[in-house]
């Protein structure tokens, strides 16, 4: 919204005072100024009143005139002039020699062979109006060589609010609303407005007129005949045009200036239109013509103005074009009303149009607005058309009063809640520019809200400490930190293990953290081959491409791994992300925190990296709860899921998570001279593992004794079994030394390490022991390599 | 014999000057010195003279045997300076302009600039909190004195699940929790309520340089006995200090949020000119940066805290917006872009 501080300053009178720096502090007290403050009238200067005195054609162009003007000076002045408007007698616009327009310095020049010595302007090179269909027409009745700037509020500071900042605050919707801030600001008294008596008029007729639906609460209106004026007054325009309005016809103009200056919308109506306005909605969907052409569907929903059953106007938001303001108008009957915030609001979003009306009601305007506004407006109107009269006596329908809210508290509430000293001169001073009505006895106050701020915005005491904050400044609180006891923190369990595995993963395995989204993206699983699985979806998705709610992290990693192909021959990448794998009994989302790990390789080792993220994950549990991993097959759940490669992975015999191969018919679509494999980790399961911490083992002053034993087979599983059952406590650790992979003659060499505390072993003790193992392996079949 | 003993003398000393490495020293050593050496072999010959002679000769050889060693010993001693100095010699000098990468890996900008506010927070007595990100339409906006019609619920667009649930369009969807969680410790224990709580957050919204429908930010919130405005202030103004790492001006302007009153919108000078005005900061010299206030009292109602006994301030900060100004980030899209060639720039941040 754009604000003028000539208009301001109609209410609130703020000479001596520096006006950016009062801006400023209604940025700070109030609202966001945006940072493009306009000065207007700045660039122009020189600009007088001039009269035509002849008009002469050019001899060779069709469209210059040579004219003579006369600025009260004792010559007359030469002009060259281009504008089709041009007349003996009218008085214009007048851009002297050494005048300045913008950039532009004027100066005598030749122009089509004939001398210029000045320039007649249009109201758009002066920049109070985008007309530039003509010269300046000025009626107005002034002294020729006058400075425009002398007669008209050319010079003005327009500032913008954003729109945003206001949407608690519908008094602010105004100039009046902003000029009582400034008022507070400034500790200057706020201008009472003028009205017309409305009251004379009692004895009129009334306005058939009747709210039939609690959606309106209140309703006001007045008739009127003989408008003689069809061009608002040039400061008038200057106001609308300045703060981002067209001037229309003067009519249309006032009820603009209306809504600016006090915050009202108004509607005037042709009164033959409106003999018998109701306010009400009907039971079934038609189509209305607004005032703007275009042709609007309206549902039950959407409270209209009707002439009896006849709709006239959407109510709050735009006039019929029927019932529009037309040539032979005689009477006119202008409206005033107020609607539920709400309703306007959501008839808006259904209708997708909004208004400078509506923008105001869904604010929640004050009823009380009503007749005050057609007052001001009868007042107004009558300054600037002396010939009007009033037919109507005013009708007025209140349905709905909002309560009047009255607030208590005491000082000590206030130093509470600021932790600064604010006395209580101040407090009330502060309250009272801001229309509050304050009562004071010692510490304790009680406020009456205005009803302006009554309709939601302040409805509870901390409402009160802001206003007297706001305008306090937040600037000159002193700040100081809080009177309250420590206590050590402690981290949530999952967030600890969250941050430690990425470190590890960061740290110790050169992994990169990439974060993705939520979603799956259809179109990029598409091209590497993968379902769109999920069992949520979005209700209100923008695009179709992004509605399912991923159900595993892996899909969004294979893509991310796809796009980052170029960026080395192998890499890693790892997430913690929300995945949504399924739903309870109540149909409630079950959200689970997932570790998701992809590596990436060049070439066909695929058991080294199979390898590669087993030790990861061992690293991973070993590091943060000192337990140990196995892993048992899987089947697969999902497609891309290898069918022979996939283990889950288990700590304290419980499933964790799973590591697996990608499928051949993902790897072909991503890359075929590369592997990738993945795990997937449930973080709050992690976490949920007791952490076992390390036990302390002293140094052994016996020596141990290290065994050797390689056995024919590829797969250690049976071994590790064998080695399980011998349950030995002397046997410390078991390694792998050596495979080697021969079809037939495959054969794993294992290490076994004996030791005690407490003695030193014999050779046949321990070989008692492998000698066990051995046997038992060959029962299954597992020879020992002689 | 004496001869005999002169000559080996003299042959020594030019054979050891002659013995160039440690093999051909120890093959010397061997020829006078071992069993079968050159000196042994003289004292082998020794038998034939008599108890005089041997003692006077023996004596002779004794001397020649300890010197042959002392010399021998002498010259390995060269021979390894000589070694190591010849080691020196070809020892080529580095060119260190050679470029070199280690592959190192690397966090999401995100998590380093959480990790710093938590560490921040932390140190100040606030607990770190992890939420969901779905949430219901309670937690988002019911419990946040947000209800059904508030005009607040249209600025935000938020994403709807087909169950009704959301995908929170704000971390206030975790304050809630954190009042009731702590709720019970501050009545019974008079432990303060001081939590932060960082996640991701999503709005439906169309995404540009400077929009994304996936963007994180950390709530805090802090609620006692006594907590006030100018407390809110001041941990503002040293959190955000801490994060820069330098002074920062704060400025509080109103603000209209519905889970806050009052309400502010939270100002910093801009960081790269200081406040004089530049295209950052669109000539004002000031970055919007943080919505924050006092916890409305429904708020505190609905998560069970007497708002007549306790005051408490909460902020929102956007932390895809601090990580963007701390790096320069132009493009908010890079963040959630999956691109390693951008994102494994950001090894760590310490």
Same mark, same amino acid.
Request: contains cysteine; glycine residues 6%; proline residues 4%.
């Given at each position: 919204?754009?604000?003028?501080?000539?208009?301001?300053?109609?209410?609130?009178?703020?000479?001596?005072?520096?006006?950016?720096?009062?801006?400023?502090?209604?940025?700070?007290?109030?609202?966001?100024?945006?940072?493009?403050?306009?000065?207007?009238?700045?660039?122009?200067?020189?600009?007088?009143?001039?009269?035509?005195?002849?008009?002469?054609?050019?001899?060779?162009?069709?469209?210059?005139?040579?004219?003579?003007?006369?600025?009260?000076?004792?010559?007359?002045?030469?002009?060259?002039?281009?504008?089709?408007?041009?007349?003996?007698?009218?008085?214009?616009?007048?851009?002297?020699?050494?005048?300045?327009?913008?950039?532009?310095?004027?100066?005598?020049?030749?122009?089509?062979?004939?001398?210029?010595?000045?320039?007649?302007?249009?109201?758009?090179?002066?920049?109070?109006?985008?007309?530039?269909?003509?010269?300046?027409?000025?009626?107005?009745?002034?002294?020729?060589?006058?400075?425009?700037?002398?007669?008209?509020?050319?010079?003005?500071?327009?500032?913008?609010?954003?729109?945003?900042?206001?949407?608690?605050?519908?008094?602010?919707?105004?100039?009046?609303?902003?000029?009582?801030?400034?008022?507070?600001?400034?500790?200057?008294?706020?201008?009472?407005?003028?009205?017309?008596?409305?009251?004379?008029?009692?004895?009129?007729?009334?306005?058939?007129?009747?709210?039939?639906?609690?959606?309106?609460?209140?309703?006001?209106?007045?008739?009127?005949?003989?408008?003689?004026?069809?061009?608002?007054?040039?400061?008038?325009?200057?106001?609308?045009?300045?703060?981002?309005?067209?001037?229309?016809?003067?009519?249309?103009?006032?009820?603009?200036?209306?809504?600016?200056?006090?915050?009202?919308?108004?509607?005037?109506?042709?009164?033959?239109?409106?003999?018998?306005?109701?306010?009400?909605?009907?039971?079934?969907?038609?189509?209305?013509?607004?005032?703007?052409?275009?042709?609007?569907?309206?549902?039950?929903?959407?409270?209209?103005?009707?002439?009896?059953?006849?709709?006239?106007?959407?109510?709050?938001?735009?006039?019929?074009?029927?019932?529009?303001?037309?040539?032979?108008?005689?009477?006119?009957?202008?409206?005033?009303?107020?609607?539920?915030?709400?309703?306007?609001?959501?008839?808006?979003?259904?209708?997708?149009?909004?208004?400078?009306?509506?923008?105001?009601?869904?604010?929640?305007?004050?009823?009380?607005?009503?007749?005050?506004?057609?007052?001001?407006?009868?007042?107004?109107?009558?300054?600037?058309?002396?010939?009007?009269?009033?037919?109507?006596?005013?009708?007025?329908?209140?349905?709905?009063?909002?309560?009047?809210?009255?607030?208590?508290?005491?000082?000590?509430?206030?130093?509470?809640?600021?932790?600064?000293?604010?006395?209580?001169?101040?407090?009330?001073?502060?309250?009272?520019?801001?229309?509050?009505?304050?009562?004071?006895?010692?510490?304790?106050?009680?406020?009456?809200?205005?009803?302006?701020?009554?309709?939601?915005?302040?409805?509870?005491?901390?409402?009160?400490?802001?206003?007297?904050?706001?305008?306090?400044?937040?600037?000159?609180?002193?700040?100081?930190?809080?009177?309250?006891?420590?206590?050590?923190?402690?981290?949530?369990?999952?967030?600890?293990?969250?941050?430690?595995?990425?470190?590890?993963?960061?740290?110790?395995?050169?992994?990169?953290?990439?974060?993705?989204?939520?979603?799956?993206?259809?179109?990029?699983?598409?091209?590497?081959?993968?379902?769109?699985?999920?069992?949520?979806?979005?209700?209100?998705?923008?695009?179709?491409?992004?509605?399912?709610?991923?159900?595993?992290?892996?899909?969004?990693?294979?893509?991310?791994?796809?796009?980052?192909?170029?960026?080395?021959?192998?890499?890693?990448?790892?997430?913690?992300?929300?995945?949504?794998?399924?739903?309870?009994?109540?149909?409630?989302?079950?959200?689970?925190?997932?570790?998701?790990?992809?590596?990436?390789?060049?070439?066909?080792?695929?058991?080294?990296?199979?390898?590669?993220?087993?030790?990861?994950?061992?690293?991973?549990?070993?590091?943060?709860?000192?337990?140990?991993?196995?892993?048992?097959?899987?089947?697969?759940?999902?497609?891309?899921?290898?069918?022979?490669?996939?283990?889950?992975?288990?700590?304290?015999?419980?499933?964790?998570?799973?590591?697996?191969?990608?499928?051949?018919?993902?790897?072909?679509?991503?890359?075929?001279?590369?592997?990738?494999?993945?795990?997937?980790?449930?973080?709050?399961?992690?976490?949920?593992?007791?952490?076992?911490?390390?036990?302390?083992?002293?140094?052994?002053?016996?020596?141990?004794?290290?065994?050797?034993?390689?056995?024919?087979?590829?797969?250690?599983?049976?071994?590790?079994?064998?080695?399980?059952?011998?349950?030995?406590?002397?046997?410390?650790?078991?390694?792998?030394?050596?495979?080697?992979?021969?079809?037939?003659?495959?054969?794993?060499?294992?290490?076994?390490?004996?030791?005690?505390?407490?003695?030193?072993?014999?050779?046949?003790?321990?070989?008692?022991?492998?000698?066990?193992?051995?046997?038992?392996?060959?029962?299954?079949?597992?020879?020992?390599?002689? | 014999?004496?001869?005999?003993?002169?000559?080996?003398?003299?042959?020594?000393?030019?054979?050891?000057?002659?013995?160039?490495?440690?093999?051909?020293?120890?093959?010397?050593?061997?020829?006078?010195?071992?069993?079968?050496?050159?000196?042994?072999?003289?004292?082998?010959?020794? #038998?034939?003279?008599?108890?005089?002679?041997?003692?006077?000769?023996?004596?002779?050889?004794?001397?020649?045997?300890?010197?042959?060693?002392?010399?021998?010993? #002498?010259?390995?001693?060269?021979?390894?300076?000589?070694?190591?100095?010849?080691?020196?010699?070809?020892?080529?000098?580095?060119?260190?302009?050679?470029?070199?990468?280690?592959?190192?890996?690397?966090?999401?900008?995100?998590?380093?600039?959480?990790?710093?506010?938590?560490?921040?927070?932390?140190?100040?007595?606030?607990?770190?909190?992890?939420?969901?990100?779905?949430?219901?339409?309670?937690?988002?906006?019911?419990?946040?004195?947000?209800?059904?019609?508030?005009?607040?619920?249209?600025?935000?667009?938020?994403?709807?699940?087909?169950?009704?649930?959301?995908?929170?369009?704000?971390?206030?969807?975790?304050?809630?929790?954190?009042?009731?969680?702590?709720?019970?410790?501050?009545?019974?224990?008079?432990?303060?309520?001081?939590?932060?709580?960082?996640?991701?957050?999503?709005?439906?919204?169309?995404?540009?340089?400077?929009?994304?429908?996936?963007?994180?930010?950390?709530?805090?919130?802090?609620?006692?006995?006594?907590?006030?405005?100018?407390?809110?202030?001041?941990?503002?103004?040293?959190?955000?200090?801490?994060?820069?790492?330098?002074?920062?001006?704060?400025?509080?302007?109103?603000?209209?949020?519905?889970?806050?009153?009052?309400?502010?919108?939270?100002?910093?000078?801009?960081?790269?000119?200081?406040?004089?005005?530049?295209?950052?900061?669109?000539?004002?010299?000031?970055?919007?940066?943080?919505?924050?206030?006092?916890?409305?009292?429904?708020?505190?109602?609905?998560?069970?805290?007497?708002?007549?006994?306790?005051?408490?301030?909460?902020?929102?900060?956007?932390?895809?917006?601090?990580?963007?100004?701390?790096?320069?980030?132009?493009?908010?899209?890079?963040?959630?872009?999956?691109?390693?060639?951008?994102?494994?720039?950001?090894?760590?941040?310490?």
């Amino acid at each position: 919204m754009f604000l003028s501080m000539n208009w301001i300053k109609d209410f609130v009178d703020l000479s001596g005072l520096d006006d950016l720096k009062l801006i400023n502090q209604f940025s700070l007290s109030t609202a966001e100024v945006e940072n493009d403050i306009q000065f207007k009238g700045s660039d122009i200067s020189g600009i007088v009143v001039a009269e035509i005195k002849s008009v002469e054609n050019h001899p060779e162009s069709k469209k210059l005139h040579l004219l003579k003007v006369d600025i009260g000076a004792d010559e007359l002045i030469d002009v060259v002039c281009g504008a089709p408007n041009v007349r003996v007698g009218m008085k214009t616009a007048f851009a002297k020699v050494g005048a300045k327009i913008g950039e532009i310095e004027i100066t005598p020049r030749p122009l089509a062979g004939f001398m210029s010595c000045g320039m007649c302007c249009s109201e758009k090179e002066i920049g109070i109006s985008d007309d530039h269909s003509g010269i300046m027409d000025i009626t107005d009745d002034v002294a020729l060589g006058t400075a425009l700037k002398d007669i008209y509020a050319i010079d003005d500071i327009i500032f913008e609010v954003d729109n945003k900042s206001l949407t608690n605050r519908p008094d602010l919707w105004s100039h009046y609303g902003i000029a009582r801030e400034f008022a507070a600001i400034a500790k200057r008294p706020l201008k009472p407005l003028s009205f017309d008596d409305l009251s004379a008029y009692d004895n009129l007729p009334k306005v058939d007129m009747k709210i039939e639906d609690p959606l309106c609460y209140r309703y006001s209106c007045l008739q009127f005949e003989n408008i003689s004026r069809n061009v608002s007054p040039v400061d008038m325009r200057i106001r609308l045009y300045y703060c981002g309005m067209r001037a229309i016809n003067f009519l249309a103009d006032m009820t603009n200036y209306l809504m600016l200056e006090m915050g009202q919308p108004m509607h005037a109506f042709d009164s033959r239109k409106v003999e018998n306005i109701r306010i009400k909605r009907f039971d079934h969907d038609f189509t209305f013509q607004t005032l703007d052409g275009v042709e609007r569907n309206i549902d039950p929903e959407t409270l209209m103005i009707c002439n009896g059953d006849t709709p006239v106007a959407i109510a709050g938001i735009m006039g019929g074009l029927d019932s529009e303001i037309v040539e032979d108008t005689h009477t006119l009957t202008l409206e005033s009303a107020t609607f539920d915030a709400a309703s306007i609001r959501k008839s808006t979003v259904r209708l997708s149009h909004r208004t400078d009306s509506s923008m105001r009601y869904e604010k929640s305007l004050d009823p009380e607005l009503t007749t005050a506004a057609i007052a001001r407006f009868v007042y107004l109107l009558k300054q600037y058309d002396s010939g009007v009269e009033v037919v109507s006596a005013l009708t007025d329908d209140y349905a709905y009063h909002y309560p009047q809210v009255e607030l208590s508290f005491d000082k000590a509430y206030v130093d509470k809640y600021t932790g600064i000293e604010i006395d209580n001169k101040t407090i009330v001073g502060t309250l009272q520019r801001l229309g509050f009505d304050v009562t004071n006895e010692g510490d304790d106050f009680t406020v009456k809200v205005p009803s302006w701020r009554a309709t939601k915005d302040v409805t509870i005491k901390a409402d009160i400490i802001e206003e007297i904050t706001r305008i306090y400044g937040y600037d000159n609180f002193e700040i100081h930190t809080a009177n309250a006891p420590l206590f050590p923190t402690r981290p949530e369990p999952v967030k600890k293990d969250e941050d430690n595995v990425k470190d590890i993963l960061v740290k110790h395995f050169n992994l990169h953290e990439l974060h993705s989204y939520v979603w799956n993206y259809v179109d990029e699983l598409k091209e590497v081959g993968i379902k769109n699985e999920g069992v949520i979806k979005l209700a209100n998705a923008s695009n179709p491409n992004i509605e399912t709610i991923r159900k595993t992290m892996i899909p969004t990693q294979l893509c991310q791994v796809k796009s980052n192909l170029g960026y080395a021959p192998s890499f890693g990448i790892f997430e913690v992300g929300r995945v949504v794998t399924g739903m309870t009994e109540d149909d409630l989302c079950i959200e689970e925190k997932h570790l998701g790990v992809t590596l990436y390789q060049k070439g066909v080792n695929v058991r080294e990296l199979y390898f590669r993220m087993k030790t990861i994950i061992e690293t991973l549990v070993d590091e943060l709860k000192h337990k140990t991993v196995s892993f048992e097959k899987l089947e697969p759940e999902f497609d891309f899921e290898h069918p022979v490669n996939l283990n889950a992975v288990i700590v304290d015999g419980k499933v964790i998570g799973k590591i697996g191969l990608i499928h051949p018919s993902v790897m072909k679509k991503l890359d075929k001279r590369a592997c990738v494999v993945f795990a997937e980790i449930d973080m709050d399961k992690f976490a949920a593992i007791e952490n076992y911490s390390i036990r302390y083992v002293g140094p052994s002053k016996f020596p141990g004794i290290e065994i050797d034993l390689s056995f024919l087979t590829s797969r250690f599983a049976p071994i590790k079994k064998a080695i399980e059952r011998a349950a030995c406590e002397l046997i410390k650790d078991v390694a792998v030394i050596d495979i080697y992979e021969a079809d037939e003659n495959s054969s794993i060499a294992v290490r076994l390490t004996f030791s005690d505390n407490s003695r030193t072993l014999t050779r046949e003790e321990v070989t008692a022991v492998t000698d066990g193992i051995i046997a038992d392996l060959e029962k299954d079949g597992v020879l020992l390599k002689k | 014999m004496k001869e005999k003993l002169e000559q080996l003398k003299s042959r020594l000393s030019e054979e050891l000057s002659a013995a160039a490495d440690p093999q051909a020293l120890e093959s010397l050593r061997v020829r006078y010195l071992g069993k079968k050496g050159s000196i042994t072999d003289l004292l082998k010959g020794m #038998k034939a003279l008599s108890n005089e002679e041997k003692k006077e000769f023996g004596q002779l050889v004794n001397t020649l045997k300890q010197q042959a060693a002392e010399s021998i010993q #002498k010259r390995a001693e060269e021979l390894k300076e000589l070694e190591i100095k010849k080691e020196i010699e070809l020892m080529p000098e580095f060119d260190l302009t050679i470029p070199t990468k280690e592959e190192r890996g690397s966090y999401h900008p995100i998590t380093l600039v959480q990790r710093e506010c938590e560490r921040i927070f932390t140190t100040m007595g606030f607990n770190v909190e992890d939420y969901p990100e779905v949430v219901t339409d309670y937690e988002c906006f019911e419990a946040v004195n947000v209800p059904k019609n508030h005009p607040a619920r249209d600025m935000q667009d938020t994403y709807y699940l087909t169950n009704g649930e959301l995908l929170k369009s704000q971390t206030s969807a975790a304050q809630n929790a954190i009042l009731k969680k702590y709720g019970p410790a501050l009545r019974e224990k008079g432990m303060p309520i001081r939590a932060i709580f960082p996640g991701r957050c999503f709005r439906n919204e169309a995404t540009d340089a400077t929009h994304e429908n996936t963007f994180f930010q950390m709530e805090g919130v802090m609620v006692d006995k006594d907590i006030s405005i100018s407390n809110l202030i001041y941990f503002m103004k040293t959190m955000l200090s801490e994060v820069f790492r330098r002074d920062i001006k704060v400025r509080l302007r109103p603000g209209f949020f519905p889970f806050v009153e009052p309400g502010f919108e939270l100002d910093i000078n801009c960081l790269i000119c200081g406040g004089t005005g530049c295209p950052s900061c669109n000539h004002s010299g000031w970055l919007e940066l943080c919505p924050c206030g006092m916890i409305h009292p429904e708020v505190l109602k609905e998560g069970g805290i007497d708002p007549e006994e306790y005051t408490g301030f909460a902020f929102g900060l956007g932390l895809t917006r601090l990580a963007m100004m701390k790096y320069g980030v132009k493009d908010i899209r890079d963040l959630n872009s999956g691109s390693l060639k951008v994102m494994s720039q950001f090894t760590d941040d310490k």
